[in-house]
Structures are given as C-alpha cells and as structure tokens.
C-alpha cells in the first residue's frame, strides 16, 4: 500500500477554478489518484491509459482486481482511445443520454489496459454530467477510469467528507465540489451480448431505456466475491455496506412500520444502538423511541431518497448506531437502483412482512 499525503481542493461546483483543476489533471498525467465529484457519486481517478496508476486505484480501494472500472471521457471524440468498435445503438444512446448516468459496456480498445477492464476484452465507459468532472477530463485530455471513491464494499461517497473519511492518505488530490446531486451510481447497459442487458440499475431508470432498447433485458445479479471476473462494477452480493448490520423490511406499509417499530423496541431493550432510516412520512412511527433517525425524504420523492440513501448510512455510522432498519422501496423506476443498493448492502438478507 502506497500511502501519500491528501489535499483537499474546493472547487465551485458550478464554475470550478481553472489553476485547482489544472494541478488535478496534472496530478492525473503524473500517475497520481484524484478524486472527484460526478452527478452520481464521487469517483476516485486515474489515467485509465496508465495500467500501474490504474493499479493504484485497486490497493487504494482494497478492490479486488476481477472487479472492473468505469472510464469515463468529456466528450464522444475521447471513445477511440477506450472502445474498439462503437455500434449504432451506442451512438443513439449516447445521443440521448450522455453527459449522465448511463455507462456503456463496449469492445475494449487497444489502448486501454486489460487491469481496467479485470482482463476481459470489454470496457465501460460514460461521459458524466458535472461540471467539476467536465473540466477536469478536458484538462487531462486523457481517459479517466474512476470506480466510486471508496474503501471497497463500503457506502458510495457523495461528499469529499465520505471520500476522505475512507481515503485519506491513499489519493493525492480530493476536489470538493459539494454534495453529488443523484447519488446513485450509473445505470450499466451492456452492448456487447447477444442482447442489450442492464448489468446495474441506477440513475438512468430502465423505464426510460426501454423506449430506445425495447428488448432490453434486466435479470439482477448477485455474484460471491470468488466468482471471477464480472462484466460490469457494482455486481457483487456484498456491496454498499455500512460497518452496522442493515435490516431491510418489505411489504405492505403499515404491516412493515409495525415490525420495524418491534424490532426497534426489541434491539433498543437489549442494550443495542439502534439507528432507523425513514421517509418523512414514515417517521413519526419511532417518535416514541430512542433511536437515532436519519430522514431519507419524502415518501413520493425517490430522486430525493436516492441522493440522501448512502449519506444516511454514513451518517448513522457516525452515530455508532450497530444495528439499522429500513423499509424498501416500490422498485420501479428509480426505486429499482436504491433497492438493488439496499440489497446489496444487507447482502440479500431480507424481513419480508405478510
């Protein structure tokens, strides 16, 4: 393990100060990690054209390496340097939904180093929607491949504070650029099968590739750690996971905010810190209770709830909180991606309620 000292960088989410990002993509020609925000998550960068810097990302992440990373480019000019054959569907969805949260699995170019890609002749790539990200792929002028800028298995980092909190001492340069706005990773569309298949649900809804890709496929995977290399990131039963146990409560509403208010009842009797994750509307149900309480947002808001999800576990880590409760959500739409991270999470542990 390398280990370096950070410095963090504030940066205008908006309009990002040209010198701080110049010294990142300088730090990025150089062979170092920078991390940075996306309108996903925060990603943690390297010259994807570099195999030992992308090396670096592995051991910094304790990654294993038949994981794949995402590269991610400014514009569609940068993809002959990462894909070795671009198809027509490609284009028409990059057309329509990039810059944003939909990564391509596409032919590997010869350029990029089979370490990005855990050794398979594919490769991932999107152009993210973010003005930080945006300036500093420009002023790097090269590929940058970037997995979310945490510790692995670990909650995706939505602020520089969760990328230093698991990172410090492992990245050169943290840009702080605010709070993600999504913070929900990347819908992951695979282009290089029989038929188009979502690998990973996320910012991109399903619903919203079917009508360019009416026979798009989704079977949700959960692969062991040992089960070789994966197609695409995000892919692995444990995943997303806070240091305390998550329970995850699914069924009819009131039936769920019952059980959870038992469970609470139960673990806060036998001495536990208990921490619950709640919609507004759901959260007046533990105002009896000693619990910690982190608000997800409205019960009608899945934007708002993914964009709070991986910030509140952190948040209720904080809290020392060893055990957490959370009711699922309706999985269609958005809801589909917070579920399949709240699946992972708890690695498929589930208190299905009658």
């Known amino acids: 393990m390398q280990f370096v000292e950070t410095h963090m960088l ?16 300088a730090a990025l020609l150089r062979g170092e990690l920078v991390a940075f925000p996306t309108e996903t998550v925060y990603g943690l960068g390297a010259n994807a054209l570099d195999a030992r810097a992308v090396a670096r990302i592995f051991a910094a992440k304790e990654r294993p390496a038949a994981d794949p990373l995402i590269v991610h480019v400014a514009t569609l000019d940068q993809l002959a340097s990462v894909v070795a054959a671009m198809p027509p569907l490609a284009y028409e969805l990059a057309r329509r939904f990039w810059p944003g ?52 298995t670990r909650p995706s980092p939505t602020t520089a504070q969760h990328v230093y909190d698991d990172l410090k001492q492992r990245v050169e340069i943290i840009l702080d650029g605010g709070p993600t706005p999504i913070g929900l990773e990347s819908t992951v569309l695979s282009l290089v099968g029989a038929q188009p298949e979502v690998l990973r649900p996320g910012g991109v809804p399903i619903e919203a590739l079917r009508a360019f ?10 692969l062991a750690a040992e089960a070789g ?3 695409a990131p995000g892919m692995l039963l444990k995943h997303y996971a806070p240091d305390a146990e998550l329970l995850l409560f699914t069924g009819p509403r009131e039936a ?12 806060l009797a036998a001495g536990q810190r208990v921490g619950v994750m709640a919609t507004n509307q759901d959260a007046d149900t533990f105002a009896d209770l000693r619990v910690r309480l982190e608000l997800l947002g409205s019960l009608g808001n899945l934007a708002q709830i993914g964009a ?26 958005l ?20």
């Open 213 to 222: 890709v009416p026979n798009l496929v989704y079977q949700p995977r959960y």
């Open 101 to 152: 949260p939909l990564t391509l699995v596409l032919p590997r170019g010869q350029r990029i180093p089979p370490v990005v890609s855990a050794g398979m002749d594919s490769v991932a790539v999107r152009v993210p929607d973010h003005p930080v990200a945006f300036a500093l792929l420009k002023a790097a002028g090269v590929p940058v491949a970037a997995p979310s800028a945490n510790r692995f």
């Open 10 to 25: 504030a940066v205008d989410p908006i309009a990002p100060d040209p010198t701080r990002i110049a010294s990142a993509a």
């Open 256 to 267: 769920v905010l019952a059980a959870m208010h038992a469970a609470a009842t139960d673990l």
């Open 335 to 354: 809801g589909l991606a917070i579920w399949d991270r709240l699946l992972r999470a708890t690695e498929g542990r589930v208190l299905r309620i009658p």
């Open 308 to 333: 709070r999800l991986f910030a509140s576990l952190r948040a209720l880590e904080h809290t020392q909180a060893q055990t957490i409760l959370v009711r699922g959500v309706e999985q269609d739409g």
């Open 229 to 231: 290399a994966q197609l």
